[in-house]
């Protein structure tokens, strides 16, 4: 099955700075999601992003669909972005199943 | 802005006891979903369900487990006979467009 890697792992930002996180994939991909997990456990969508750029408010999401790689920028980092964020990738068939990364747990200081 | 709803979302039981995991999907989602997430772990694929019917499981999904669409709105997982190993966040999901996540429900096997 098709494979999702995250980096980096574990990130550590001071409030105000930017970051990026990356996305890469083994296969090509019918659908490409970014969430949020909150201390809470819950899974908030962020991106749904195949392909091209989006951008809301402070972030922003590429996905570069030939190169098999997205990336996922904030910028002006707050607290309340501290948590994990998941990749997750559709590639094809009927069901339309998501496979997810590891994450990338992000923790930033006040 | 419909969301997919889950009960209960903390459920502790004893090994060996039943446990059925409820959810409400939104109402124009085709295809549903349940995921786990075991502790710090990333989250996993159970099952698919399209059409009154599974569409597709992973390995995971053995034959404790099961799922239900029995009146239409609600979709349910039940776990048969549950062991230690069961313990994580199960999650439902729908799928339009982009797959949207309910909020979960922790289940602890004591």
């Known amino acids: 099955g098709i494979q999702v890697e995250q980096s980096p792992p574990d990130l550590i930002l001071q409030e105000g700075a930017n970051s990026t996180l990356r996305c890469n994939f083994s296969?090509?991909?019918?659908?490409l999601q970014w969430f949020h997990q909150n201390p809470w456990g819950q899974l908030i969508n962020l991106f749904y992003?195949?392909?091209g750029t989006k951008q809301n408010g402070r972030l922003s999401a590429t996905t570069v669909a030939t190169e098999r790689y997205s990336l996922l920028y904030i910028s002006s980092s707050q607290t309340t972005d501290s948590g994990v964020y998941f990749c997750?990738?559709?590639?094809?068939?009927?069901?339309?199943?998501?496979?997810f990364g590891k994450g990338t747990l992000l923790t930033v200081n006040p | 802005e419909p969301e997919v709803t889950q009960t209960p979302s903390h459920q502790v039981t004893q090994m060996g006891q039943e446990v059925i995991l409820r959810c409400v999907p939104i109402s124009n989602h085709l295809y549903f979903y349940w995921y786990r997430q075991i502790l710090g772990q990333k989250v996993e694929f159970l099952v698919s369900f399209y059409n009154n019917e599974i569409s597709e499981k992973s390995e995971i999904f053995d034959d404790q487990f099961s799922v239900e669409r029995p009146d239409g709105s609600n979709f349910t997982l039940k776990i048969r006979s549950t062991k230690l190993e069961d313990s994580a966040m199960y999650f439902c999901a729908g799928r339009g467009i982009e797959a949207f996540f309910g909020q979960g429900t922790r289940l602890t096997v004591v």
């Open positions: 992003i195949p392909s």
């Open positions: 997750a990738v559709d590639s094809g068939g009927s069901n339309y199943k998501l496979t």
């Open positions: 296969d090509s991909v019918n659908n």
